[in-house]
């Protein structure tokens, strides 16, 4: 409601809404009486006009935990309550309006408490500018789960409202190795006192092969303490990328002056080398070398095993493989993250991350190549010291899966089939799906995107079951449409559409049915019929990891 | 102070010169008749307040405070009923 200063009524009307009588009753977790909380009841307001202001809307709890009010109208759309106290969490549950209306509503608060502390040095003095995170009970991980804040000028810290539960505080600050404390957090905690050591030089130098240092090497550490058996700590939990980083120098060396004890896991990455991630490494008298290889890189060719020609489209995939000793070979499973796409029969490959991180020695390499119409190749297994390999691949064509499908009569106009192939895969692998329409003479329907004109183009869905375990990994492909002098794109006769789909990696083993729907429009010169769906189904089977 | 504006329960820019008054007329809105017994109380934006009860008509003045404030709240309320 708004006038013109000079259009003001002398008089104006202003109309009360009957109101009801609401209560509750808020609480503690033991079920004691919560005094003094702030009760705001929230209710639909009107867009314009009088209206109840949000001050008026609130209450506060008697001794007994009690409130009531008398303010929202009877005819209220709904009535939600908000409640909030210094020392409490707010309620997340939703109460009933009638329990509202015959004051059993009840509300009950979570006790939260400020926790304060003051980080000091091995001598007593106070350190500010540390940083403090609170993680939960087992870890730090940095996110909304672990607030941060700094120390003051006195080396004070404080977090508010956190929750009577165990917590796991970290500390980190210049000069001072990092320190974790389990923290039972309950009413009256008096202040922590967490006083910082100064740790020990953790030295590392980065060569590459000819034990040449490498310069502007980026290292961070991954994971505080590492798993055990490796960092033997007696730490209450760990703090994950905690953000301490360095840069190798001129000479390919960095130094963490204040160390803690425990072996921390660091990860060491710089372009055109190949990363290490997750090295075990622990303050020592020495000094710890790193070496980083160059990026793997290979290259090659893909042809088809029968004509020699290049294979326009295909996908090279990799993974590693470990020699395990007595004649054990562990290989790993074919991940969709390390696909490349190629054209043209040419490619070039380039990993700057090991497809296995850790500690371990570095891995040997495999890859397979996958094309739509030609069965999969495996290469041989490349040792990591053939980087820079040429692999020559020559794919063997794939005879189209039989689909069985009955000539169509003028009567059934069209009839459908589909099938899978391979049949079996593993996660990690591609299939193509292939559905075949067949037409009867002088008859057609429209190509499947660029239909011309209002025509209801051809479309081919896949089931929500089947997108379950395949992810699509081309588009649909179906024979060239013919351009009609109508500007419409048609097709006719036997057509063959087909789609590449990938295997996820979380697709568990077993047989799969895997639904489709076709939707066409078939016409002939004089009419169309009304656009029909076609349900389809094939199966597959999805095999385990191993090879 | 081009305008005036009715918020909650009634805020007014006033417009009206020093000494005038507003007359607010209090109904039930269920059944659109007075509202007898109903307090109301104003407030400047200066933090200035009164109060005063309506007549038997739901009827009341509301005289403009010196200095000309800039708004005025205006809350209307009787037990049983919203402000």
């Known amino acids: ?547 | 102070m081009p305008d005036a504006v009715g918020s909650g329960v009634l805020l007014l820019g006033l417009g009206l010169d020093t000494g005038e008054a507003l007359e607010l007329r209090i109904l039930d809105a269920a059944k659109a008749k007075p509202l007898a017994g109903a307090n109301v109380v104003w407030r400047t934006d200066e933090g200035d307040k009164s109060e005063v009860a309506v007549d038997a008509q739901g009827r009341v003045g509301i005289p403009v405070p010196e200095g000309a404030p800039r708004a005025l709240r205006v809350t209307a309320r009787k037990v049983g009923f919203a402000p």
């Open chain 1, 1 to 547: 409601m708004r006038w013109p200063a000079d259009r003001i009524p002398a008089q104006f009307e202003l109309r009360l809404s009957p109101a009801q009588h609401l209560s509750g009753r808020v609480t503690d977790e033991s079920g004691g009486p919560v005094a003094g909380a702030e009760v705001t009841l929230v209710f639909p307001q009107r867009l314009a006009g009088p209206c109840v202001p949000t001050e008026d809307t609130r209450v506060q709890t008697d001794p007994n935990g009690t409130w009531s009010c008398d303010f929202v109208p009877k005819d209220a759309a709904y009535v939600r309550v908000e409640v909030t106290h210094p020392d409490f969490a707010m309620p997340e549950d939703e109460v009933p309006v009638e329990a509202l209306r015959d004051g059993t509503a009840q509300f009950r608060l979570t006790s939260v408490v400020r926790l304060r502390g003051r980080v000091t040095d091995d001598t007593g003095t106070a350190v500010s500018g540390a940083q403090v995170a609170l993680g939960v009970e087992g870890n730090i991980l940095p996110g909304s789960s672990a607030p941060e804040t700094t120390t003051d000028a006195e080396g004070r810290f404080e977090f508010r409202r956190v929750h009577l539960q165990k917590r796991l505080l970290g500390v980190k600050a210049d000069g001072a190795a990092p320190a974790l404390r389990l923290v039972e957090v309950q009413r009256d905690l008096a202040p922590l006192e967490i006083r910082l050591s100064r740790g020990a030089p953790l030295r590392v130098r980065v060569v590459d092969e000819a034990g040449m240092p490498i310069q502007g090497v980026q290292v961070s550490v991954d994971e505080w303490p590492a798993e055990e058996p490796a960092s033997q700590s007696s730490l209450p939990g760990r703090w994950y990328y905690p953000g301490w980083e360095w840069k190798t120098d001129a000479d390919g060396r960095f130094v963490w002056s204040n160390a803690p004890p425990e072996t921390a896991l660091l990860t060491f990455r710089k372009g055109g080398y190949l990363s290490r991630g997750r090295q075990e490494l622990r303050p020592s008298a020495g000094e710890a070398v790193v070496t980083l290889g160059p990026s793997f890189r290979g290259s090659g060719t893909v042809l088809d095993g029968t004509t020699g020609q290049p294979v326009p489209e295909f996908i090279v995939n990799a993974r590693f493989v470990q020699s395990q000793g007595l004649g054990q070979t562990n290989f790993g499973a074919w991940h969709e993250y390390n696909r490349r796409q190629f054209t043209g029969g040419q490619f070039t490959l380039e990993y700057d991350s090991p497809l296995l991180s850790g500690p371990r020695e570095m891995h040997d390499w495999q890859f397979r190549v996958e094309a739509d119409g030609h069965a999969p190749a495996l290469s041989r297994v490349l040792r990591d010291a053939e980087r820079g390999s040429r692999l020559e691949f020559r794919l063997q064509p794939q005879p189209m899966p039989e689909m069985g499908v009955a000539a169509p009569s003028p009567a059934e106009r069209v009839a459908t089939g589909v099938a899978v192939q391979p049949g079996h895969v593993r996660p990690g692998e591609t299939v193509t799906v292939f559905v075949k329409v067949r037409l009867a003479p002088g008859f057609h329907i429209y190509a499947l995107e660029d239909s011309g004109g209002s025509n209801v183009p051809t479309t081919i869905n896949a089931s929500l079951r089947l997108r379950q375990v395949l992810e699509a990994d081309s588009p649909w492909r179906g024979p060239e449409p013919q351009s009609q002098p109508d500007s419409s794109r048609t097709l006719a006769g036997d057509l063959v559409f087909q789609r590449r789909f990938l295997v996820k990696d979380h697709a568990q083993p077993g047989r799969y049915q895997l639904p489709l729907t076709v939707y066409l429009q078939v016409c002939n010169e004089a009419l169309c019929w009304p656009p029909e769906t076609i349900a389809l189904e094939t199966q597959l089977d999805v095999l385990g990891l191993s090879p």
